[in-house]
């Protein structure tokens, strides 16, 4: 029926191809089955891997919000690979022009795209706990962090995998960036006693946020891609006035409950139809800023006539059947461009953002990311990167990063029920929780922070840096006494594969492979001050220089 709307269509469609609450295929994981460990680390306890499952839950009513790319991008995802704006130009009415130039924030009315619901104020999440007595809330935001913590312990500190990038990239550092391995923050909420749950949120930091044009660029760039150019301009443009014909409805979450205890929300950016098999599939929409602006964001200003052009061997597209003309498209190749190569954005995508991309999209059950770069002005090309690619590439294979999945939210679990144990004598509503793994110590070290008086996500009190108060040192001595009660934990982990304990990195997990994991969780006992404000620096990466490197994510291996 052709006069009925093509969401209407698309949810049908998705009904037949998809059903309400799916358990996955349960995970066989073979537990070590060898008579001796001749390194069984003493006092350690084992960590039960018999009932690790996935049950992936669709929410249905909304999934007619998801929108697609417009504008012709979707020839991208059927030939995924590297195309400059320039490629894309035919395919535009205006030549490319809207997609190339980026509205500035101060352009955008913000208020008129769905606001961010931090997992405690998420009423459908917390019906789900409820309904399936689940004990943490997180989204996918929320737990990436952590997970990825979690996941360099549990690898040995392993790194990425750059095979097949130019001979210039090995004498390149060749592990994750310090921005990804520094330590992180979350606040752990009580947010029904009554049922014992708890929700993870993004710790928002001490100080109000100078520079979050990235962010913002993010959210414009999205809706860029998704929206007509006249709708775009209509909807969020200040210029215009706000009109209600003009909506932006395009939140929707798919819920996963992960090994009994974890309910995780994860929003989907964007769908699509195969044309091979007619069935839709969902995928993330990813920004990424080219490297000088992610280094120096305070002066990011200084680097909009920053530039990627490529002129030879991207993709190119023919504006009358917008079939690929040049089908070459390799790792290994050095495109010619005035001032950095693809190459080097796909380098440092593989060290700051892969990880993080392949937690979300496992969680969301996505097809890959779609990846625009720009430097905050224009926009200079478009990649999709499947998630077997991304999944290759910090894990190895398939199978190794299932597992990792499974383990790491398992360990999670442990971590947080060890610390509520421990604290089950202590008056608190909320934690702030902070994880750094270290390499040089092969453990994770973690403090908690406790709060007797929980406020939720929005009312954080942040403060404005001044000339007298410029990182959480001034914070705590001059603006607001640190009368919390600190506590420091720490925590081993030992993971044996095949019998044999993993301390090196070079193994690769293959499917039939026996894995068995053991644990040691010790209450230090109250943080020092000075030990707490150092790792506090490192976390919220403050522009003031720290003399102690404890917790600086600089490791030696």
Known sequence: DKTKP?????????????????????????????????????????????????????????????????????????????????AMAPLQKDGGKFLRNIPQPDEIDFSRIPDYVPPSSDALLLKFAKESKIKYVMSTSTISNVLSQIYYLFSAFKGPNFSNLSEGYKFEPLKYMISQRKPTTNFLRKIDIENGIYALDNDPGLFYAEHNVLMEIGKVVERSLTLPADFFNAALLKSN??????????????????????????????????PETGKPFVFEIKT???????????????????????YEDCI????????????????????????????????????????????????????????????TKEIFGFEYVKTTEIE?????????????????????????????????????????????????????????????????????KLVQKSEEIQDEFDYFSKYVKLTNKV????????????????????????????????????????????????????????????IDSTYSGAWVR
């Open 487 to 546: 506590i420091k934990y720490d925590f081993t982990l030992f993971v044996y594969i095949n019998g044999v304990l993993q301390i090196n990195t070079d193994f690769i997990f293959n499917e039939g492979d026996q894995i068995e994991i053991r644990y040691k969780f010790e209450k230090v006992g109250p943080a020092d001050f000075i030990d707490y404000m150092n790792f506090l620096h490192d976390a919220y990466k403050f522009d003031t220089i720290g």
């Open 392 to 460: 290759n590439r910090i894990f190895g294979n398939n199978v190794y990063a299932e597992i990792a999945f499974v383990c790491c939210s398992k360990i999670l679990i442990q971590i947080l029920d060890g610390l509520l144990d421990s604290l089950k004598d202590e008056k608190f509503e909320m934690i702030k929780l902070g994880m750094y793994s270290r390499a040089e110590l092969n453990k994770m070290t973690l403090f908690a922070e406790l709060y007797e008086n929980s406020s939720s996500w929005r009312d954080h």
């Open 6 to 86: 093509r969401d209407d269509v698309h949810a049908r469609r998705f009904l037949e191809t998809q059903i309400n609450e799916s358990e996955e295929k349960p995970f066989d994981i073979k537990t070590s089955t060898y008579k001796f460990h001749f390194n069984y680390p003493l006092n350690s306890l084992p960590i039960d891997l018999d009932d690790v499952n996935i049950i992936n839950i669709e929410n249905e009513e909304t999934f007619h919000r998801i929108p697609k790319l417009e504008h012709n991008l979707e020839v991208i995802l059927r030939k995924p690979g590297i195309y400059s704006i320039d």
């Open 316 to 375: 190119q597209v023919s504006k009358e059947n917008t079939t690929i003309l040049s089908e070459e498209h390799s790792l290994n190749m050095l495109f010619k461009l005035e001032l950095v190569e693809w190459m080097e954005l796909y380098y440092d995508l593989i060290r700051g953002a892969f990880l993080k991309y392949a937690f979300q999209i496992r969680i969301g059950r996505m097809d890959g990311a779609f990846v625009a770069y720009h430097n």
């Open 241 to 274: 006035p706000h009109n209600p014909e003009f909506l932006i409805q395009d939140d929707h979450h798919r819920f996963m409950k992960l090994n009994n205890k974890i309910c995780l929300r994860s929003q989907i950016d964007c769908y699509s139809i195969d």
């Open 288 to 310: 990424r800023s080219v490297s000088p602006i992610r280094y120096d964001l305070p002066n990011y200003q200084d680097y909009l006539d920053y530039r990627v052009n490529a």
